[in-house]
């Protein structure tokens, strides 16, 4: 009886074994679907592919991956792709699946209205929006310390930092590339210059995070005085109503597109493009701000919504030279992770 | 060991029915263990057609990498021996210590928490508590820019995450130590260190030995911890390959810095088995006596014992409070408004990850369970062509980091004839290879203290080797297939790093929703997903523990718990 027993439990178990092979298989039949990766937040990425699906009929499935682990995916499924769209993310990622031969050129209509930093030249990608990059501090340690907020990247080398500094490492992160770029563009190119003063700030860091936004929690909890982050990471902080404050250096801080791109391979291609063309598109970009999605709209058509105008309209805003930064990029991290990550 | 010697070497392969199991299990290993694994080799060594060596020695020759290996061998050692001590402590504790069924269930409570938790729990925790503006560093203590970040902090977060798996090896371990040996040495006038030392420690080495080991493999192949804690100036090889893979795009050289980690893992292996080679610890002879209850140790080392854990205890349960906490707030840190507004995101939104997670755990489980209880009493007590290789085939995708075992899977598994990517299957297959091994362990363990007399008395009087292992064998190690499911359960549950690339659009995971939610800043549904996981595991061990218990009462044994006390 017993031996009956166990072997029905085995049967039990190759049958719920099965069923879970089976299922996925049985539940893509819909019409037309697209699947995609993400690199957006979840809260982002869902209401803009909910308005493409109202708008085109078209079925979407995504699933959201920081921008590396999006990338290694795609390089490991370049024989058999599983998604038809890379979503969102910054230029840099892109570039680096250029490189890794993972996409398939295509270019919206849009394209022709986007200045040349927005769009591959080949058509590999084609931004859908624009990032600053700010100064974010918490609030309670400028007060403690009787300070005011930065204004200058030689503020950040006030002796109050030390050690209080939370800043994204440029091995992982888009957010620390666009900033050591931001740092070679105010000295004009000077690399000695540049990483004299990136060997300086060191001291003020306590630790340099995976992710671009990995430093937004502990400064707004206090526990660092503040950080460089892109503004969608800073303004949602504030959001969430931790008490920071938003700042830019007079002598200016860099900028990155996000982008998008049609996977090599895709086996809905059609339905590839239709995306890439609204997404490209005021369609879309006219929906960040009503969803409070704080990105600069790529298309120059779509007005920036008016608190992020007003908080941008002092702030100088360097372009990052996309051919200077592409071709230094692997040079400049390698002497960062030398000189600067290994410092101290 | 005994078995050596009376055995002839491949006496397994005659009997049809070990036959017919070795082989299934040769091939699962080779499709789920050693085909991704070559795959991993053939991106690292092979370029353009061409086998080389050069990138690896590229990996060798760089300084920064260099230290990052050696400290993951300092990281691997102290929480190996931290946390086996640490276990040791609770094992005993809870086997010797006399304590009441109540404590006894808090202790276990306590142990339990970090065990299940999704990934970064006690990372955060501890950032949270002791970092610059920590709740205990700052508000209690008042020191000011507390430099949280490096080896101290990571060891002791890792140690408090994985002591856990030392208890459950050894608690089994300890408890079929027959009190009656211990006492009688106390009788003939041996002191209790004495009889310690020379009695409890050496029968418990196999248990130690085998703590160690999980907790050295756990240690080496943790990247969660580390990627919080570690710090700019503590690199750690898990982390750095995940950086290699995730930030500089380079899968290549990830795969080289994890291959580096298999080395350390390796030699462990082996000398933990030439350590317990020859000794025996045979502690169940099927001729015990009646269990005496003459207590060993004397009531203030008891009061000591119980004070240490209860301090351990209160350190993890304080943890806890502090996540159930920030599910019912605002934000936490900023608006500490009390809100149920996380519960009702995770179980709208969050619900279709919640669904997953419960079917790919309900699966793996039993599955899991009967793969590690198979492996180690083959391991254990067979003798058969290829054991030692069966035995370190099944322990590589634990002492592999998470994030290498899931690309190599990917690189396997995504196309024809073996597409899998996209399915529960592969996710279920990943947990089952890399999670059983606790229950390999643990049946391994508890089958060197079962004298195998018991076996070849059931044998020589006709029983078919399947009715022995059924009859005999099986109820001896069902503490073993205990600690082995719940494990498996628990890791299906809570992990993450390999399985992140194995989730697909129609199979997610809660704790991918977590990782998701850290990175958004929602810390409230963050922790909401964390409260949930730790319920659905205690509930989940509830009812096993009393299925198990009913199933003992039938069968007229000793109730045991889930834990495999």
Redesign the interface.
């Known amino acids: 009886m017993k031996l009956i027993n166990r072997a029905l439990k085995h049967v039990f178990a190759a049958t719920t074994m099965t069923a879970a092979l089976v299922v996925p298989m049985t539940s893509t039949y819909a019409a037309e679907t697209l699947n995609v990766y993400s690199i957006w937040p979840e809260n982002w990425a869902r209401p803009m592919l909910q308005e493409f699906e109202k708008a085109s009929g078209i079925k979407v499935n995504f699933l959201r991956f920081s921008s590396g682990e999006a990338l290694a995916r795609l390089i490991a499924e370049k024989g058999n792709p599983k998604v038809d769209v890379l979503f969102g993310g910054p230029v840099e990622t892109f570039g680096a699946g250029v490189k890794e031969g993972i996409f398939e050129a295509y270019k919206p209509p849009s394209a022709a209205a986007l200045p040349a930093r927005f769009k591959h030249e080949g058509g590999m990608w084609t931004a859908i929006a624009d990032d600053p990059l700010v100064f974010m501090t918490n609030k309670k340690f400028l007060a403690d310390n009787k300070l005011q907020a930065p204004t200058s990247w030689n503020d950040l080398l006030n002796p109050a930092y030390t050690n209080m500094l939370q800043m994204a490492d440029a091995r992982t992160s888009g957010t620390a590339v666009t900033r050591i770029f931001s740092v070679l563009e105010v000295n004009g190119r000077n690399e000695d210059k540049a990483f004299d003063f990136l060997k300086k700030m060191r001291k003020s860091i306590q630790t340099y995070t995976k992710s671009g936004g990995g430093g937004t929690l502990p400064v707004g909890l206090g526990q660092a005085a503040g950080g460089i982050f892109f503004i969608v990471d800073a303004l949602d902080t504030k959001a969430k109503g931790y008490d920071v404050e938003i700042s830019f250096p007079k002598e200016g801080i860099g900028s990155a597109a996000e982008g998008i791109a049609m996977v090599k391979g895709s086996k809905n291609p059609e339905a590839a493009k239709k995306l890439i063309d609204w997404a490209t598109s005021p369609a879309m970009q006219s929906l960040y701000a009503p969803n409070k999605i704080n990105f600069v709209p790529a298309h120059p058509t779509v007005k920036t919504e008016a608190s992020l105008a007003a908080i941008l309209k002092d702030a100088k805003i360097i372009p990052i030279d996309d051919e200077y930064a592409g071709a230094n990029r692997k040079r400049i991290i390698e002497r960062w992770v030398q000189e600067v990550l290994n410092a101290k | 060991m005994s078995v050596t010697s009376q055995s002839p070497s491949n006496a397994a392969y005659r009997d049809p029915f070990f036959a017919g199991i070795i082989l299934l299990l040769w091939v699962l290993l080779a499709l789920f263990v050693l085909y991704p694994l070559a795959c991993l080799f053939g991106r690292a060594f092979v370029d353009g057609g061409t086998i080389s060596l050069q990138p690896l020695l590229d990996v060798l020759n760089n300084p920064?990498h260099r230290r990052a290996f050696g400290n993951s061998l300092i990281l691997a050692l102290a929480v190996g021996v931290g946390g086996t001590l640490l276990g040791f402590l609770f094992a005993f504790t809870a086997v010797r210590g006399g304590l009441s069924r109540r404590v006894i269930g808090f202790i276990d409570t306590a142990t339990l928490l970090p065990l299940i938790s999704p990934p970064f729990t006690i990372s955060v925790a501890i950032?949270?508590s002791f970092?610059?503006?920590?709740l205990i560093t700052y508000d209690l203590l008042g020191i000011k820019?507390f430099?949280i970040?490096g080896f101290m902090s990571t060891a002791a977060a890792e140690m408090i995450t994985y002591f856990p798996i030392a208890y459950l090896t050894l608690r089994p371990i300890l408890a079929s130590i027959d009190p009656n040996i211990e006492n009688a040495a106390f009788s003939m006038g041996a002191s209790r260190a004495r009889v310690f030392r020379t009695m409890t420690l050496p029968l418990s080495m196999p248990g130690i030995a085998n703590a160690f080991l999980l907790l050295f493999a756990c240690s080496l192949a943790d990247f969660a911890t580390p990627?919080i804690l570690a710090?700019?100036?503590f690199p750690v090889l898990p982390t750095e390959a995940f950086?290699q893979?995730?930030?500089?795009?380079d899968?290549r050289g990830g795969a080289l810095l994890s291959i580096l980690l298999l080395v350390p893992a390796a030699v462990v292996f082996f000398l933990q088995r030439y350590w317990l080679q020859g000794r025996s610890f045979v502690t169940v002879t099927g001729k015990a006596g009646s269990r005496s209850s003459v207590e060993i140790l004397t009531p203030a080392m008891r009061f000591t014992l119980f004070a240490l854990c209860g301090a351990v205890s209160i350190v993890v349960i304080y943890f806890y409070a502090l996540l159930l906490f920030s599910s019912l707030v605002?934000?936490?840190?900023?608006?500490h408004t009390f809100t149920f507004k996380h519960y009702h995101v995770i179980f709208t939104e969050g619900l279709p990850a919640i669904r997953d997670t419960l079917?790919?755990a309900?699966?793996g489980m039993?599955?899991g369970g009967i793969y590690g209880v198979v492996v180690g009493y083959l391991v254990a007590r067979k003798q058969f062509w290829g054991r030692q290789s069966l035995e370190l085939a099944s322990m590589i995708n634990y002492a592999l980091p998470g994030t290498i075992v899931g690309?190599a899977y990917?690189?396997a598994f995504?196309?024809?004839p073996m597409?899998l990517?996209?399915?529960?299957?592969i996710i279920?297959a990943c947990y089952i290879f890399r999670y059983s091994p606790t229950g390999i362990r643990a049946t391994i363990a508890l089958l060197h203290q079962v004298d195998k007399s018991l076996e070849e008395a059931s044998e020589s009087l006709g029983a078919k080797s399947f009715t022995t292992f059924?009859r005999i064998t099986l109820p001896l190690i069902m503490p073993a297939f205990f600690t082995g499911l719940g494990v498996v359960f628990i890791r299906s549950m809570t992990a993450i790093s390999a399985t992140?690339?194995l989730?697909?659009?129609?199979?997610?995971l809660v704790t991918v929703r977590i990782l998701?939610n850290m990175?958004?800043?929602?810390?409230g549904p963050a922790a909401a997903f964390s409260v949930l996981v730790v319920v659905i595991v205690y509930v989940v061990l509830f009812l096993i523990g009393q299925m198990l218990a009913r199933f003992r009462a039938l069968e007229g044994g000793r109730v045991e718990s889930i834990l495999g006390g």
Do not use: C, M
């Open positions: 920064h950032l949270f970092g610059a503006r920590g820019g430099a970040y990627l710090g700019n100036d950086l893979i995730t930030g500089q795009f899968l605002v934000a936490f840190g900023a608006n079917i790919i309900a699966i039993p599955l690309i990917l690189l995504n196309d024809k597409e990517t996209g399915t529960a299957a279920i059924r992140i690339f989730i697909s659009i129609n199979w997610t998701e990175t958004e800043l929602s810390l």
